[in-house]
């Protein structure tokens, strides 16, 4: 996967992990999609109230390789179906 490009992915959330107290305020999804997993990273959040495992979910922003996985830092994203 070519580092430092913008994609448009489309996906299913399989999983949210919200900071603990006292840490870093940074919310990780994960996302599954048809070409693999993507990492997105809402930085300076503890909570995307809107997000829920399972939903179906487009995201664009620019996709780096961080600890071997595609990831992406504060992307756009829709919603595309709820659960």
């Known amino acids: 996967m070519d580092s430092n490009r913008i994609v448009n992915i489309r996906g299913t959330i399989t999983s949210i992990e919200y900071p603990g107290w006292g840490t870093q305020p ?3 999804v994960m996302l599954r999609t048809g ?3 993507y990492l997105l990273r809402f930085q300076s959040r503890r909570n995307v109230e809107c997000l829920e495992i399972g939903q179906v979910l487009s995201a ?3 996709v780096i ?3 071997a996985a595609a990831t992406i830092y504060n ?3 829709i919603i595309e179906a709820e659960i």
């Open 26 to 28: 940074e919310v990780k």
């Open 35 to 37: 070409s693999g997993d």
């Open 60 to 62: 664009t922003g620019a």
């Open 65 to 67: 390789n961080r600890d």
């Open 75 to 77: 992307p756009s994203y």
